[in-house]
């Protein structure tokens, strides 16, 4: 069902689509149709039940009715336009090249061979400008057996044959490359390998690609090529050579003849985040007005944009522009469309600009609910989904748990609370990528202890304060958004909640 929900909300936004979609004479498409576009939890049985007034989802007419349904989803996506579908002109282009080279294949198996080429040459100029090999290898694969087998062209026969086997090579490369990068990606993500295995294997791999990358500038070669490069650098946490790579990649995709939106918007976001470990505002704003001219507002993408905007202010002490930031986001139509995870990132940022206007660095409008209405309890609720997050987003709700309870001068529940810190201390910061966090919350495991005294507190902490002061952000193995306010800036507010 799953799979028919997706599919109604992309034909509903093509009306082409959705017109050939209801031309037919039987109303239960059009009912299907609109059950699937009211509720995006619907069920087989549920389904069945509306369209067919009874209980059994195994029954024969609702099974072809679903298989039907499906096979005019289907049908209908040729109709779509391009320009609404897309979100850049280079995709716009990779759809209308992939359309048309269907409708030549067709024209070529009916016979219509003269149409079919005058199309496939259409096609292969376009698939060529913007550098899609797949599909030019496709296309030069028909010319080649054409002027081959079917005209006797020899001249012509051996040009496609050359570029075959050229664009074949490119294929090659590109494949390599992307395997390579996908690899490093999915033990990351998995957490199957440390960041020093990481920094090996990247390594390893971008010596072996190197000099193709030197040599060859196909799109897809250089965007995983350069990623992987990244890689070799963030993996140990080296963001001015990060920084670097970054700007050389910007500046090849910028010189090509077409908007390479994609690949732009994945190097000046991986130039925020140098911005932000290195403290580099003017630069990061600079680096964002680029970001936000490449993407719409409300999409995905400009909220990420938005995040890293958000934490460029608070990592440089803005923080009356990180107010203003989180203000637009929140605001924006789109937001109640993010998924839940997304959504509860930008509770976490909530709660620490709650934190930050408490403290008198934010000042907000009189009436502002978002800041007056603050609890802390249903904040921590709304957490589901980093639960059981031990070693990345979840040590943030843990400590602006405590931090929010020291400045209400709840010391009982403080102490509670370091309580069970301490379990989650022994188990969970003792990784290289938490090493930051792991003194910190060191810091907060005493303030009870220390009887909650300003001066007392800051003596005990002293030792780990200089051990957090000795790995800055810029060095440190972690990634770039646990700390939303920096471990050293933050603990100078707890200092002032403190007594004496």
């Known amino acids: 069902m799953k799979e028919l929900i997706e599919l109604a909300f992309l034909i509903k936004q093509n009306k082409a689509s959705e017109d050939a979609l209801l031309n037919t004479k039987n109303p239960k498409i059009a009912q299907f149709y609109e059950f699937l576009l009211k509720d995006i939890s619907l069920t087989d049985e549920s389904a069945v039940q509306l369209l067919f007034k009874v209980p059994n989802k195994r029954l024969p007419a609702y099974q072809k009715l679903k298989t039907t349904l499906k096979d005019r989803f289907i049908n209908s996506i040729f109709l779509f336009d391009t320009t609404k579908l897309a979100v850049t002109r280079r995709e716009a282009a990779y759809y209308d090249t992939l359309k048309e080279l269907a409708a030549a294949k067709t024209l070529l198996i009916k016979k219509a061979r003269h149409s079919g080429i005058a199309l496939s040459l259409r096609v292969l100029q376009q698939a060529i400008e913007y550098e899609f090999t797949d599909l030019s290898l496709d296309i030069v694969g028909l010319l080649r057996l054409y002027y081959g087998t079917i005209e006797g062209n020899i001249e012509k026969f051996e040009y496609y044959k050359n570029l075959y086997n050229e664009l074949a090579h490119t294929r090659q490369y590109e494949n390599k490359s992307e395997v390579y990068y996908t690899t490093l990606i999915v033990n990351y993500i998995n957490k199957k390998a440390s960041r020093a295995e990481i920094h090996y294997k990247a390594t390893e791999y971008y010596n072996d690609i190197k000099e193709i990358l030197l040599h060859n500038t196909s799109y897809s070669l250089q965007l995983s090529g350069n990623l992987i490069h990244i890689l070799v650098y963030t993996s140990i946490n080296d963001y001015a050579s990060t920084l670097r790579v970054c700007e050389e990649v910007i500046h090849f995709f910028e010189a090509k003849p077409y908007a390479s939106h994609t690949a732009l918007q994945a190097f000046l976001f991986q130039k925020l985040v140098c911005h932000i470990h290195l403290k580099q505002y003017e630069e990061g704003i600079a680096t964002l007005d680029k970001c936000q001219h490449l993407v719409k507002q409300g999409l995905f993408n400009w909220f990420k944009i938005q995040e890293m905007n958000l934490l460029l202010s608070l990592h440089t002490g803005r923080y009356q522009e990180a107010h203003a930031v989180f203000t637009e986001a929140i605001n924006d139509k789109a937001y109640n469309q993010l998924k839940v995870n997304t959504k509860e990132?930008?509770?976490?940022?909530?709660?620490?600009?709650?934190?930050?206007?408490?403290?008198?660095?934010?000042?907000?409008?009189?009436?502002?609910?978002?800041?007056?209405?603050?609890?802390?309890?249903?904040?921590?609720?709304?957490?589901?989904?980093?639960?059981?997050?031990?070693?990345?987003?979840?040590?943030?709700?843990?400590?602006?748990?405590?931090?929010?309870?020291?400045?209400?001068?709840?010391?009982?529940?403080?102490?509670?609370?370091?309580?069970?810190?301490?379990?989650?201390?022994?188990?969970?910061?003792?990784?290289?990528?938490?090493?930051?966090?792991?003194?910190?919350?060191?810091?907060?495991?005493?303030?009870?202890?220390?009887?909650?005294?300003?001066?007392?507190?800051?003596?005990?902490?002293?030792?780990?304060?200089?051990?957090?002061?000795?790995?800055?952000?810029?060095?440190?193995?972690?990634?770039?958004?646990i700390e939303i306010i920096p471990y050293e800036d933050l603990w100078k507010l707890v200092i002032t909640t403190l007594r004496g």
């Open 345 to 481: 990132i930008w509770k976490i940022y909530h709660a620490y600009l709650y934190y930050l206007h408490l403290g008198k660095k934010i000042s907000v409008q009189e009436g502002n609910r978002e800041f007056t209405k603050f609890r802390i309890g249903k904040f921590l609720n709304e957490m589901p989904h980093y639960s059981k997050d031990k070693q990345g987003v979840n040590i943030s709700i843990i400590i602006i748990q405590i931090l929010l309870l020291l400045l209400h001068r709840q010391y009982s529940d403080v102490a509670d609370r370091i309580e069970a810190v301490r379990k989650y201390h022994f188990r969970y910061l003792k990784q290289e990528d938490t090493l930051r966090s792991n003194y910190f919350v060191k810091m907060l495991i005493q303030i009870p202890s220390a009887g909650f005294n300003k001066e007392l507190v800051q003596k005990k902490t002293a030792p780990n304060l200089k051990k957090l002061q000795s790995v800055s952000l810029e060095i440190a193995n972690q990634s770039h958004n």
